[in-house]
């Protein structure tokens, strides 16, 4: 988990590594269904390959927000455990 959080660097820069790397995964995210938007005529794996992309979307996108907001209001925020919990 500290590779994770990013606590390896130190506990000042971890929210910071969080954000870069939410925030990373955030855009990457937005652009790939930026993307799926297109319309194509994909066939075989390419489709399975868009469709799974679409379906996967909303969970990833949910992950990547609740960490990202766990981090920052712990650290920057000082929630407590249960408020971050919640």
């Known amino acids: 988990m ?3 959080t990013g606590e390896w660097i130190s506990p000042t820069f971890s929210p910071f590594y969080v954000l870069i790397v939410g925030g990373g ?3 990457l ?3 790939g269904a930026l993307l799926a938007r297109q319309r ?3 066939k075989g794996a390419r489709f399975w ?3 799974l992309g679409v379906i996967l ?3 990833l996108t949910a992950t990547a927000v609740t960490g990202i ?3 920052l209001g712990q650290e920057w925020f000082d ?4 408020t971050s919990r919640f």
């Open 2 to 4: 500290e590779i994770h």
């Open 25 to 27: 995964l955030l855009f």
């Open 29 to 31: 995210l937005v652009s």
């Open 40 to 42: 194509s005529r994909a």
């Open 49 to 51: 390959h868009r469709l």
């Open 57 to 59: 979307l909303l969970p």
């Open 69 to 71: 907001l766990y981090k």
């Open 79 to 82: 929630f407590s455990e249960d």
